[in-house]
């Protein structure tokens, strides 16, 4: 922090510092009181920390994470690329100028698999650096298989790289309550949710569409806004908007699940970088993951699940017209 | 029919309504494997919906039985959807959206050698074409081919079977076979249609 005054570290998941109404919760930095998305202006260079983790060596998260920044670099309709620069003694968290991926031994935090900082100059929104931290307190596994009872290193990295890339948390998925007041995933739509799979599965090594929908929007290819369709609407609860409802958007053709929240008090969503074509909307309270996972502010979540009245069609190169849903208190 | 003459139509067309596919939502299971059985976050049913669609064709007699015909016709169809299996909420139907259609076909005509009464010829029609549909707000267009067969009848109002300047009405019956357009199947489609027209003998 020898720079504070131009620097700031980011916190993931504010909602004041997620772009406005464009599409997906990214993540932001305000620069002379404007948001701009934080993205990566060149190939994102990295450091891998040579510490361990039990079993898992340091080498053996430079190859969990040289799989999963293939994942990222693999999404057609992107251009995201990765550079590895080396490992390094060094760990994730040092204000060193180095964007740095590795494990640190934070037995405080026990549901806490990882997590991704930023540091970034506020006057002009470029990321001077970006560290992961894994919690070494986890058993993981690089087992291609995946291993029982053990956390799949791939997976959890391939989630952080997101982050990494600009992305903030989908909501696509669903949870259940266990008896110990912990939420258990039943399924998800993204592995940007932000709750991990059982230990075990390996589910989460392959991007989802919603995954590839948000990097296309933050690294679209060349040719991606003409060949891409938008949706756009507004939510309505009692004739007034509302902030924070997800709004998920399925593709009969393709059955491919692509969600985003309306992000501001009128509430309007948009959705873009669709496959075009007609679809299906769906509008859910977040209850299904923990609101600060998304939103560092208060939101509605007495709200019926709701199917908006029509079909809406993403047309190619342009966005449809705006649907105004209405939601029914539960 | 007199021979090399040409025949002009203008009807309407109704359409069956058909299923054009179903869906499920689904997302990934929380379990292990490499491929554990999808969740099913809800389910959709598409059909489109019986439409009439107004009809223009022109055709000319090759021999008095034989005849080769064109045209096209225009309807507004609509695409609805029905959810279920959501745990959230009850099974409903949707609206969807309505749909632009245009068809230009081409086909051969075939009046049969008997006669049902003095102004009755009956007739087998096959033919295929060319199917435009343009989603709501004409902001995508999809595109396939319809085929058709179907079986109908000439009745004569004025004039008679070889005479010139006649007119009356001429319905028919056909099974299609649409390929292509909306579908979220992609798949191969069999939908009903009636034809009504009237048609004047030049």
């Known amino acids: 922090m020898t720079r504070a005054p131009r620097l700031v570290i980011a916190a993931l998941l504010i909602v004041g510092f997620t772009s406005p109404v464009s599409a997906y919760l990214k993540l932001g930095a305000s620069v002379g009181g404007r948001v701009v998305d934080v993205t990566w ?42 550079e590895y620069q080396g490992m390094t003694a060094a760990p994730p968290g040092l204000v060193d100028g180095r964007t740095t991926i590795g494990f640190l031994d934070r037995p405080e935090l026990d549901r806490v698999l990882g997590s991704t900082s930023f540091l970034i100059d506020t006057t002009n929104g470029a990321i001077v650096e970006a560290d992961v931290f894994l919690n070494a307190r986890f058993a993981w596994s690089v087992s291609a298989e995946g291993t029982p009872g053990r956390v799949d290193l791939e997976s959890v990295v391939l989630h952080e790289l997101g982050h990494l890339l600009g992305l903030g948390h989908s909501a696509l998925g669903e949870t259940e309550l266990t008896g110990s007041g912990v939420r258990r995933v039943i399924a998800s739509g993204a592995v940007m949710f932000p709750i991990s799979m059982s230990a075990g599965t390996i589910a989460d090594r392959v991007l989802q569409a919603d995954d590839i929908a948000g990097i296309s929007d933050l690294y679209p290819a060349a040719g991606q806004v003409a060949a891409t369709g938008g949706i756009t609407g507004r939510v309505t609860k009692n004739g007034r908007g509302l902030l924070g409802a997800h709004v998920v958007a399925l593709n009969p053709e393709t059955g491919a699940l692509v969600g985003n929240f309306a992000l501001d008090e009128a509430g309007v969503f948009s959705i873009i970088r669709l496959t075009p074509g007609p679809y299906i909307l769906r509008v859910e309270p977040l209850d299904d993951a923990e609101v600060d996972s998304f939103f560092s502010t208060a939101i509605d979540v007495d709200f019926r699940v709701t199917y908006a009245p029509r079909m809406v069609v993403a047309p190619r190169g342009g966005s449809s017209s705006s649907i105004e849903i209405k939601v029914l208190p539960k | 029919m007199r021979p090399h003459r040409l025949v002009l139509e203008g009807g309407v067309v109704w359409s069956g309504g058909y299923a054009i596919g179903d869906v499920d939502a689904r997302l990934r299971r929380n379990a292990t494997g490499s491929t554990p059985p999808p969740f099913t976050l809800f389910s959709a049913s598409s059909d489109l919906s019986r439409a009439a669609s ?48 245009y068809f230009v076909d081409g086909a051969l005509v075939w009046h049969l050698p008997m006669r049902l009464g003095s102004r009755v010829r009956p007739l087998v029609v096959g033919g295929g074409g060319y199917l435009r549909q343009l989603h709501e707000a004409r902001t995508l267009a999809e595109t396939g081919q319809v085929f058709y067969g179907g079986v109908g009848a000439r009745y004569w109002i004025r ?9 009356g009405v001429r319905g028919d019956v056909r099974a299609n076979l649409r390929r292509g357009g909306i579908d979220f199947e992609d798949q191969a489609r069999v939908f009903p249609t009636v034809a009504v027209h009237l048609f004047l003998s030049l």
Do not use: H, K, N
């Open chain 1, 41 to 82: 202006r060149a190939p994102v260079p990295y450091f891998v920390s040579d510490a361990d983790a039990g079993s898992v060596s340091g080498a053996d998260l430079r190859g969990a994470v040289a799989r999963a920044a293939a994942t990222w670099q693999a999404v057609p309709s992107a251009t995201v690329r990765f």
């Open chain 2, 54 to 101: 107004v009809s223009a064709r022109i055709g000319f007699t090759l021999t008095p039985s034989l005849a080769i015909e064109g045209g096209g016709s225009f309807g507004m169809p609509r695409v609805g959807y029905a959810i279920s299996q959501d745990p959230e909420v009850g099974a409903q139907q949707i609206d969807g959206e309505q749909l632009t259609q």
């Open chain 2, 159 to 167: 004039g008679g079977l070889g005479t010139a300047r006649s007119f």
